[in-house]
């Protein structure tokens, strides 16, 4: 880095040790490339198949012929009305909640500071489900609304763990109090609501990608493209932020604005895709472990971990709707993979005896 | 406000003079009676004085006798599970040495539940009281499992540590509940009763076969509680002063596990009652668990009592869960109670 040779050297380095540590960092930057890619063509390749496959099954000529927006008997409606939107919405939430989710784990250091532990997403879910269910508003009204109550909660978790400086366990614990808070709002919203089937009950409770529709999707697709920008150009500032408060602040990182910037974007985008699809259990939290564990401990984690969130999602959409008998939500199918895994990360942090 | 807590003033409040308890022991006794008849007389329907009386008697002629006569079941089950909830969560505290156990907070009321479901879905469980002990079974395994899990690395089981594998655990089996009720539309009816507590579907025959097994629990944990009082001392000089702590703490886990697991196969994992009333109950009557276990008992009856009339009260003609209501109230205290923790012990 260009830092390093502004520094006066105090030390002679061997030149063996220099070209090691070049060659180690373009290796570790090649396996990032190559993450990216593998992960960006399994996610077209989820793409293709959830167009194609079904009930029914049509070639990729159909789907194209309906993506050009001609009329294919049959496919026109299938495709067009229903796997079109699911299919968007699946990939607009998924990428939502992983860029989402590794944003929180990276800006507190913690995996499980992510906005579905600690309550953000059932935050944005109890206010969708209040205003959809019982107010009767839709589309924007909800998402603005889910926005506001989204940056309350993450203001409250915040000022709550505040104490002379916040601690990141402490916040964690608090945040998972008013996860359990918010889910039971949730379900006051959900009984209060005059009529509401079991199928409404898991949309906001787990997620559920069932019923999606154009109105549903766009919401959320704005949202994507106007605040993933915004976020991946704090990427240096948060892989900064990692290093902890005063040594990001010495490397010449503003931090409260970096923090502002990324919890805004990142609320955003929590509340914009909560409001399409409910709070998909565990997409947030998982995107980023395991995105980190395919990139290795090198450079920023938002891209891979948004696109393993679009994968998670289509993925856990696609069993969820054929591999079982019944059709199940997506939020199911992903909580019962996300389920174990957290229960793996406290083994190992326990194991590891860090400070949690 | 815990037993850990070095406060200037500790002896004062460890030991409250006998007179004040009986007092409190009094108060909450005639709170307890009035709930339970606000429960009988209050409901989404309004039934005349007479009525209710005439109902109480035996007779069913009416609409508003009939949904009296249903109504006492159901405050039978929410003192019995209220009771038993209090007093698990209680000894888990002790047991732990934990601010923060509960029952729902560690997962152990989830473990319960799963084990309900999926012997209902994949093993065609049907009596009352196989039901019963496939609860406990899961509440044991769970309580193990989380305990282990929070006990890994330095330190030992620390208040964070367990309270976050509860949590995860709570988490993982909900997910888990959910997936094994969802595909079997025959018994997908009840999946809400198993992912939120409730004590609306209370029957006889229901209470009938859990009332042994909270017996044994509550006998249990009283049993244990001169040995937890030494245990608060910690384990060292709990064993100094001729306690079998591994004893004692064994006899204490399997009462609050029977408590809770029997308790969740009437009622659904309910969560907070077991977090909320062991303090409430320390600030009235002291840390000495002869007097706290019975107190708990009768607390967490008056909280579920309390909580069941509510929610038939605010969201009229419907009811509201009771397992809902107390997480809304459960789990701001839970927050305070994260917030006075000092750094340290977090």
């Keep these: ?356 | 406000m815990t037993s850990t807590d070095t406060h200037p003033t500790a002896d004062a409040i460890t030991w409250r003079p006998r007179s004040r308890r009986v007092t409190w022991l009094v108060v909450v006794l005639v709170v307890l009676v009035a709930l339970a008849a606000a429960s009988i007389a209050v409901g989404s329907r309004d039934v005349a004085w007479s009525d209710i009386v005439a109902a109480l008697g035996g007779t069913t002629d009416n609409l508003g006798q009939a949904a009296v006569t249903k109504r006492v079941p159901r405050t039978v089950l929410a003192v019995l599970v209220g009771a038993a909830l209090g007093m698990a969560g209680a000894v888990m505290q002790g047991v732990t040495r934990n601010p923060l156990a509960d029952p729902g907070v560690l997962g152990i009321n989830m473990g319960a539940s799963l084990a309900v479901v999926v012997g209902l879905a994949w093993f065609g469980l049907s009596s009352a009281s196989a039901t019963v002990w496939a609860a406990i079974a899961g509440a044991a395994v769970a309580a193990v499992f989380v305990y282990a899990v929070g006990s890994l690395g330095r330190g030992g089981a620390t208040p964070l540590k367990l309270a976050l594998a509860g949590a995860a655990t709570s988490a993982a089996l909900t997910s888990l509940i959910t997936a094994v009720v969802l595909p079997r539309n025959d018994i997908a009816e009840n999946v809400l009763s198993f992912e939120i507590g409730g004590v609306g579907g209370a029957t006889w025959s229901g209470i009938g076969t859990v009332v042994p097994f909270l017996a044994v629990g509550l006998v249990l944990s009283l049993l244990s509680a001169r040995g937890l009082n030494s245990l608060a001392l910690g384990d060292e000089l709990a064993t100094g002063l001729g306690e079998r702590v591994a004893m004692v703490r064994g006899v204490a886990a399997l009462g609050s596990v029977l408590l809770c697991g029997a308790a969740t196969s009437v009622a659904g994992p309910i969560a907070f009652v077991g977090l909320v009333v062991p303090h409430l109950c320390r600030l009235l009557v002291g840390v000495d668990h002869r007097w706290l276990l019975p107190f708990t008992a009768l607390t967490g009856a008056c909280l579920l009592t309390a909580a069941d009339v509510l929610g038939r009260i605010l969201v009229r003609p419907s009811e509201l869960d009771v397992g809902i209501l107390t997480a809304l109230i459960g789990a701001p205290f839970f927050i305070a109670v994260v917030r006075r923790q000092k750094l340290r012990e977090l």
């Design chain 1, 1 to 356: 880095m260009s830092a390093d040779l502004e520094r006066p050297r105090l030390v002679e380095v061997p030149a063996a040790a220099v070209t090691q540590v070049t060659r180690d960092r373009k290796r570790r930057a090649v396996r990032r490339r190559v993450v990216i890619a593998v992960l960006s063509v399994l996610v077209l390749a989820m793409i293709a198949v959830s167009l194609m496959v079904g009930q029914t099954f049509y070639p990729p000529g159909d789907v194209l012929r309906v993506l050009l927006g001609q009329d294919v008997p049959g496919a026109a409606f299938t495709v067009g009305r229903l796997r079109i939107p699911r299919t968007v919405l699946a990939v607009v939430v998924g990428l939502s909640f992983g860029l989402a989710g590794v944003t929180f784990q990276t800006m507190l250091r913690n995996p499980l500071a992510s906005p579905d532990v600690i309550g953000i997403s059932s935050g944005a879910g109890a206010a969708a489900a209040f205003a959809i269910v019982v107010v009767g508003w839709s589309g924007t009204r909800v998402s603005a609304f889910a926005i506001v109550v989204c940056l309350a909660v993450a203001l409250a978790i915040y000022l709550l763990a505040f104490k002379g400086g916040v601690l990141g366990t402490r916040l964690i614990l608090i945040g998972i109090g008013v996860e359990a808070m918010l889910r039971s709002a949730t379900a006051y919203v959900l009984s209060v609501a005059a009529d509401w089937d079991l199928q409404e009950a898991m949309r906001w409770l787990t997620g559920s990608l069932n019923g999606a529709s154009w109105t549903a999707t766009l919401p959320a697709l704005v949202a994507l493209v106007v605040l993933a920008p915004i976020l991946l150009g704090q990427t240096r500032n948060l892989s900064t932020l990692q290093l902890g408060d005063d040594t990001a602040a010495a490397l010449g990182v503003r931090l409260e604005r970096t923090r502002l910037i990324a919890i805004l974007a990142a609320v955003g985008l929590i509340a914009f895709a909560t409001s399409g699809a409910g709070p998909i259990a565990f997409v947030a939290f998982l995107a980023g472990p395991i995105a980190a564990r395919l990139v290795g401990p090198n450079g920023s984690l938002l891209v891979p971990a948004a696109l393993v969130g679009a994968l998670l999602v289509l993925v856990g959409d696609f069993c969820g709707q054929y591999a079982f008998g019944n059709r199940m939500p997506v939020g199911v199918v992903t909580g019962v993979l996300g389920a174990p895994s957290l229960i793996y990360l406290i083994i190992r942090t326990n194991r590891a005896g860090g400070s949690l």
